[in-house]
């Protein structure tokens, strides 16, 4: 599968980009309109950033109880059910004079059901498409994303100002609503990847098996905290610059789009698996500019061009599906999407608390520096086990080796 042209004749993957489509346009919108009203409320960096991340803090609770649904559960019904539940959900967020606690509960509650949400939905495009065809489609839904965002912050910003958080929150839950729908009648009913019940224990023994693994345990933390830290730094745009909050976001996504199309389709598999690292690192450097507080102008530059290092989670998926049992893939990406999710709020939490005590641009400087760090030990500890490579890769049931560990 070498073309984008290819990928939308293959029957089932316009639909799936669609409805995903919905959901990312819903989750800008509302995720925008949603901290802007708890900063409003609360005049709280913290608990406005935790407000857009928080949910993803939950994703924890999922990961070590659920996955092992992920490829267990028939696709359709389950996309389409979490759909229904975020457009319900969102809606009554949405409600006048609910309670900022009660707005967590239920943002607690949509985080603990998207847990599920990325393993279905990513081990169904590994399914829908070929083997060498997951890399170029998760490009494109990461594109998807990058234009998306732009458009959703921007439009969401839009709506807070001309009509209201609260009316722009059930703009939100419609989005979803369409996307359940698309979900519905646009995708084929298909049998769950694997057999048995779900379980706890078979979530826990599932987990261990990935984990096991030195090389994919390694690129698992290259996929969650490189990247959660420096979300933490985006989580404070709000407080960073209230009435400019989604034009930050929007340059940072199109920066994010900018690093899926280099990484997806530009550059030549030899170099992309050199530059893992080296985006990783981009992802971080621009935000030490910010305890200088810089003008908007000039830190929505800098937020677009560390967007770019984003591409390295293409990479490192491409890394972590070469590491793994074809049978397992649901899970393997579950257990990626909860754990870089809840790396997210953890870090989202993390920065808020450090700028209530300092500075938004200053918490976004500790942040940097402390992806900055991790993604330099963990890419000695990758080189140190690149010797033992060869014995991991027969665990992926002979899947070829595609490189060094990357980033």
């Given at each position: 599968?070498?073309?984008?042209?290819?990928?939308?004749?293959?029957?089932?993957?316009?639909?799936?980009?669609?409805?995903?489509?919905?959901?990312?346009?819903?989750?800008?919108?509302?995720?925008?309109?949603?901290?802007?009203?708890?900063?409003?409320?609360?005049?709280?960096?913290?608990?406005?950033?935790?407000?857009?991340?928080?949910?993803?803090?939950?994703?924890?609770?999922?990961?070590?109880?659920l996955?092992?649904?992920?490829?267990?559960?028939?696709?359709?019904?389950?996309?389409?059910?979490?759909?229904?539940?975020?457009?319900?959900?969102?809606?009554?967020?949405?409600?006048?004079?609910?309670?900022?606690?009660?707005?967590?509960?239920?943002?607690?509650?949509?985080?603990?059901i998207?847990?599920?949400?990325?393993?279905?939905?990513w081990?169904?495009?590994?399914?829908?498409?070929?083997?060498?065809?997951?890399?170029?489609?998760?490009?494109?839904?990461?594109?998807?994303?990058?234009?998306?965002?732009?458009?959703?912050?921007?439009?969401?910003?839009?709506?807070?100002?001309?009509?209201?958080?609260?009316?722009?929150?059930?703009?939100?839950?419609?989005?979803?609503?369409?996307?359940?729908?698309?979900?519905?009648?646009?995708?084929?009913?298909?049998?769950?990847?694997?057999?048995?019940?779900?379980?706890?224990?078979?979530?826990?023994?599932?987990?261990?098996?990935?984990?096991?693994?030195?090389?994919?345990?390694?690129?698992?933390?290259?996929?969650?905290?490189?990247?959660g830290?420096?979300?933490?730094?985006?989580?404070?745009?709000?407080?960073?610059?209230?009435?400019?909050?989604?034009?930050?976001?929007?340059?940072?996504?199109?920066?994010?789009?900018?690093?899926?199309v280099?990484?997806?389709?530009?550059?030549?598999?030899?170099l992309?698996?050199?530059?893992?690292?080296?985006?990783?690192?981009?992802?971080?450097?621009?935000?030490?500019?910010?305890?200088?507080?810089?003008?908007?102008?000039?830190?929505?530059?800098?937020?677009?061009?560390?967007?770019?290092?984003?591409?390295?989670?293409?990479?490192?998926?491409?890394?972590?599906?070469?590491?793994?049992?074809?049978?397992?893939?649901?899970?393997?990406?579950?257990?990626?999407?909860?754990?870089?999710?809840?790396?997210?709020?953890?870090?989202?939490?993390?920065?808020?608390?450090?700028?209530?005590?300092?500075?938004?641009?200053?918490?976004?400087t500790?942040?940097?520096?402390?992806?900055?760090?991790?993604?330099?030990?963990l890419?000695?500890?990758?080189?140190?086990?690149?010797?033992?490579?060869?014995?991991?890769?027969?665990?992926?049931?002979?899947?070829?080796?595609?490189?060094?560990?990357?980033?």
């Amino acid at each position: 599968m070498r073309s984008y042209s290819d990928l939308f004749r293959t029957r089932e993957f316009t639909p799936l980009f669609l409805s995903t489509s919905l959901q990312t346009a819903a989750s800008t919108v509302g995720g925008l309109a949603l901290g802007t009203l708890v900063y409003r409320a609360t005049d709280s960096p913290l608990l406005s950033a935790v407000s857009m991340f928080g949910p993803q803090l939950a994703q924890v609770v999922g990961a070590t109880t659920l996955l092992s649904a992920a490829d267990r559960l028939p696709p359709r019904a389950t996309l389409t059910g979490i759909a229904c539940a975020f457009a319900a959900g969102t809606a009554a967020m949405a409600a006048p004079g609910l309670p900022v606690g009660a707005v967590f509960a239920l943002l607690l509650l949509l985080g603990l059901i998207q847990s599920l949400g990325g393993g279905v939905r990513w081990g169904l495009l590994n399914e829908v498409l070929s083997k060498d065809g997951y890399l170029l489609g998760r490009s494109v839904f990461n594109m998807m994303s990058g234009l998306l965002q732009i458009a959703g912050y921007a439009t969401g910003g839009v709506l807070v100002v001309l009509l209201s958080p609260r009316t722009t929150l059930v703009v939100a839950s419609g989005l979803y609503l369409a996307a359940a729908l698309g979900t519905r009648f646009g995708l084929t009913r298909r049998a769950p990847r694997t057999s048995g019940r779900p379980s706890i224990a078979r979530t826990w023994r599932t987990n261990a098996l990935l984990w096991s693994s030195p090389p994919r345990r390694t690129t698992y933390l290259l996929l969650w905290i490189p990247n959660g830290l420096v979300v933490g730094c985006e989580s404070l745009y709000v407080s960073y610059a209230p009435d400019r909050a989604g034009a930050l976001f929007a340059c940072a996504a199109f920066g994010m789009f900018v690093g899926d199309v280099t990484t997806g389709r530009l550059l030549p598999p030899a170099l992309r698996r050199r530059l893992g690292i080296p985006f990783l690192l981009l992802l971080a450097a621009p935000y030490l500019l910010f305890v200088l507080h810089p003008a908007v102008p000039v830190a929505a530059a800098c937020a677009a061009l560390a967007s770019v290092g984003f591409g390295a989670s293409l990479i490192q998926q491409e890394r972590l599906m070469a590491l793994t049992p074809e049978e397992l893939s649901g899970h393997a990406l579950g257990l990626h999407s909860a754990g870089m999710l809840t790396m997210q709020g953890v870090s989202a939490a993390l920065a808020g608390a450090v700028a209530q005590l300092a500075s938004p641009g200053a918490a976004m400087t500790v942040m940097a520096a402390a992806s900055i760090t991790v993604t330099l030990t963990l890419a000695a500890l990758a080189r140190r086990q690149q010797p033992r490579r060869a014995a991991e890769v027969p665990v992926a049931s002979g899947a070829e080796s595609v490189g060094p560990p990357a980033g």
